[in-house]
């Protein structure tokens, strides 16, 4: 059990959960040889990132700090000892090694002995009767994470230990920093943010991991040759940051045969499921495909019970390289057809917290050349021109179609439906961010309006054509493939590896084909190699003309999928089924809550309370789009409930229902707002109109009921509408109801009707 460790090693722990990891990190150099461990040596981005970011910060803080001498990386035993003890004058001290000279107490038990470690800084107060010394972290990071803060617990720990043997009477103080890229800045700068927080739980997370855990970590077998490696691993996204991917990603190989593929290249299995899978013997592609019943053995875990049959779907594409159809009959996320497709791809800086590039492809009778920008250099003016430019031109096209559609609707002409694709729900999330750091642009902030008259209008509009699915305005597609197909894909979010599958079975012609500077183990957005490249302006990175063509091949991809999806659904309601893609779209037209020519603060205000409330709308009917085993594995929806009892208490109904095994897991509970209770009928629970006539309050279930019982009540008005009628006569006496959360806004309606108030005043 020989070896060592550092404060990266318990970092890293915290960060990734991973036992290979850590066990190959533990290991010294001549073991790893020995085995042989394939690794990437080279030094990770990221780490030379924190680094350059970390000098600036540090060199700005002038001469309060103690510095290693030149030429020298850590500072010396003697600065050391005379900053500890107060020698040293400085405020601050830099790199100070805090490798104890006998074993911590921290590690009985083990023969692991602790490497060198160097917190980034070391800030003293010496004002009062006892000096304090507080841990600082230096992350050129947007934001201070659980493993950033255990890793300055160990600092911690490693610096009382410190203090003891050199008998230095003196407090530490109990709240560590994180100093990280502030919230507007850049990482170019020296500029920070302070997060400061209470050690206390991560101290104890700390304690646990080095008392409890690396020892055992430390004892687990690593023999050279098959078999001989006896670490737990799972290989996902994560992953891609790890020296250590190589070596582990030839088990997931495509050209491993299916009896000895680990199951890691499965989508969709985690971490705790792939526990479970061991546990029962199933290590390969092969043996989960063949797992008939594994979701109902004991002690298989909640999430492999609820995603087996998923799972072993999947399994099985990996098996035959071809996709296959999954159980769901029908996605409500996607609608069968349109008149014009709007395609939009979005990379997104996560050091400078900008857009990198963003690309708008619109699709008619045939598709126009795409539009791309790429925001070279990392300031917000350029991402906020590049933006306008894209919004623009789609709002420009909307607005067309917004003409044309009105002038049909009075003339009884021919009108058109438009729908906005993105492959990644992030992509959508990172526009969307994007917007919300310019509202200081008055460019942004007219398109920020135009962007509420793309969602439905207030409450009060009675046009049943406004509510509900008939207006979810985009489709993230990744989720409508997943939904209605398992692929031989080990990552369903990776358009190259999805669309790549499809063209290998002849269902697409034009795949993501990345250039080798391009591609990634798992996603086909820009890496951040690529994208500090471009705006480093380095030579051997892409240039922009290369992630330019890098954008429109993604956009081509895209298109490729829906242009799938959509023939699916022709070939699914040839045979006489009622198709794939049920999503319901009404002719596109611009709403009139707004005028975006006669912008003031207050219209910024109420558009940004109407935007977070729709949103909130959209997320629900998103969730409710879903099938009902969906929502009901996510513990979003009591499903398939049989009504036993029913009576009418005054001015409440009270209804009793039997639910199955699998619904009695639920996060639902008593005093949950917002529960509604239906048929599952899609017309139903994707109409908010109609939720009023739906809603239901669960009741507390009495101490020694059984668990299969479930009574909740409604208003009698509810009860008796026609709405519900119509469920209750065709649904009462069959195992069919469900209920699900709706989506309820008390304070946003108020405030915006406030607002709106006031701009009526002015």
């Known amino acids: 059990m020989a070896g060592g460790f550092s404060a990266s090693t318990v970092k890293s722990w915290f960060q990734y959960c991973c036992e290979r990891k850590t066990r190959y990190d533990i290991m010294e150099a001549a073991e790893q040889s020995a085995i042989p461990l394939l690794s990437d040596q080279r030094e990770q981005l990221w780490a030379k990132l924190g680094n350059a970011y970390e000098r600036r910060v540090v060199d700005a803080l002038g001469a309060q700090v103690l510095r290693p001498f030149a030429g020298k990386d850590i500072l010396t035993q003697e600065q050391s000892r005379g900053y500890l003890s107060g020698a040293k004058s400085e405020y601050f001290a830099w790199q100070m090694n805090l490798r104890p000279q006998s074993a911590p107490s921290l590690l009985a038990g083990t023969t692991l002995k602790v490497r060198q470690t160097k917190p980034d800084l070391i800030r003293v107060d010496r004002s009062g009767i006892r000096p304090i010394f507080t841990v600082i972290d230096i992350k050129a990071t947007r934001n201070a994470t659980a493993f950033h803060k255990t890793q300055v617990a160990f600092y911690v720990r490693l610096l009382e230990f410190a203090l003891k043997e050199q008998g230095v009477d003196a407090f530490v103080d109990l709240y560590g ?78 050209d491993v045969s299916a009896d000895r593929r680990d199951v890691s290249a499965v989508a969709g299995i985690s971490h705790e499921a792939k526990r479970a899978l061991l546990a029962n013997g199933i290590r390969t592609v092969a043996e989960l495909a063949a797992a008939q019943g594994i979701g109902q053995r004991d002690g298989v875990g909640w999430t492999l019970q609820r995603r087996a049959d998923q799972l072993r779907l999947r399994a099985q594409a990996l098996i035959e390289a071809r996709p296959l159809r999954s159980r769901e009959e029908h996605s409500l996320l996607m609608p069968p057809r349109v008149d014009v497709a709007i395609f939009l791809v979005v990379d997104h800086d996560p050091v400078d917290d900008l857009l990198t590039s963003i690309g708008l492809s619109i699709c008619k009778l045939e598709t126009e050349a795409p ?69 200081d642009d008055p460019r942004i902030r007219a398109g920020l309006l135009h962007m509420v008259r793309i969602f439905p209008p207030e409450d009060v ?13 985009a489709t993230a597609v990744r989720n409508v493939v997943e939904q209605l197909y398992a692929l031989p894909v080990t990552v369903s979010y990776d358009l190259r590896q999805v669309s790549g599958a499809l063209a290998d079975a002849g269902a697409i012609a034009m795949p993501y084909r990345p250039e080798p500077a391009f591609e990634r183990h798992f996603s086909s957005l820009l890496s951040i190699e690529v994208i500090r490249g471009l705006r480093e302006g380095r030579a051997d990175s892409p240039d922009a003309e290369a ?39 009404k002719p596109f037209v611009f709403h009139s809550s707004f005028d975006p020519l006669e912008v003031v603060d207050l219209d910024v205000l109420r558009a940004m309370e109407v935007l977070e409330s729709r949103a909130g709308l959209l997320e629900a009917l998103i969730g409710l789009a879903q099938p009902s085993t969906q929502r009901r594995d996510a513990g979003r929806c009591i499903a398939g409930m049989k009504m036993v009892a029913n009576k009418r208490h005054g001015a409440r109904q009270r209804m009793t229902f039997v639910v199955p095994p699998e619904s009695q897991t639920s996060d639902i509970a008593p005093g949950d707002m917002g529960l509604i209770l239906t048929d599952d009928d899609p017309d139903m629970r994707l109409d908010p109109s109609l939720w009023q006539n739906c809603t239901i309050n669960l009741w507390r279930r009495q101490p020694g009921r059984p668990e299969r019982f479930l009574s909740l009540d409604m208003s009698a008005a509810a009860f008796d509408s026609p709405t519900f009628q119509r469920m209750f006569n065709r649904s009462a006496d069959r195992p069919a109801w469900h209920v699900d959360r709706s989506f309820i806004d008390i304070n946003g309606p108020r405030a915006a009707a406030f607002i709106g108030a006031l701009i009526g005043s002015n």
């Not at 970590?217 to 098959?226: H, K, T």
């Not at 509009?461 to 305005?473: I, N, Q």
Request: charged share 25%.
């Open 177 to 254: 920093e994180v100093w990280r890229i502030p919230d507007k800045g850049t990482a170019e700068g020296a500029n920070y943010q302070v997060d400061r927080f209470l050690l206390a739980p991560y101290l104890r997370m700390v304690d646990k991991f080095c008392r409890e855990q690396i020892g055992q970590i430390a004892s687990v077998q690593v023999l050279p040759g098959r078999g001989g490696d006896k670490t737990f691993f799972h290989i996902y996204f994560k992953c891609e940051q790890c020296n250590y991917l190589p070596h582990c990603v030839r088990s997931i190989a495509a």
């Open 461 to 473: 509009v009675p046009e049943p054509e406004f509510r509900g699915a008939h207006y979810l305005p």
């Open 371 to 439: 539009v791309i920008e790429i925001v070279e250099r990392p300031d917000r003016g350029s991402e906020a021109d590049a933006m306008c430019r894209i919004f623009t031109l789609l709002l420009g096209e909307l607005g067309t179609i917004d003409a044309l559609n009105r002038a049909a609707l009075e003339t009884g002409g021919d009108t058109l439906t438009a729908h906005i694709f993105f492959y990644e729900p992030a992509e959508a999330q990172n526009l969307q961010r994007a917007i919300g750091r310019h509202l």
């Open 547 to 585: 992630v330019r063509r890098d954008v429109a091949a993604r956009l081509g991809a895209l298109a490729a999928v829906v242009d799938w999806l959509f023939d699916a659904d022709v070939t699914e309601r040839a045979s006489g089924a009622s198709g794939l893609l049920r999503l319901n779209k």
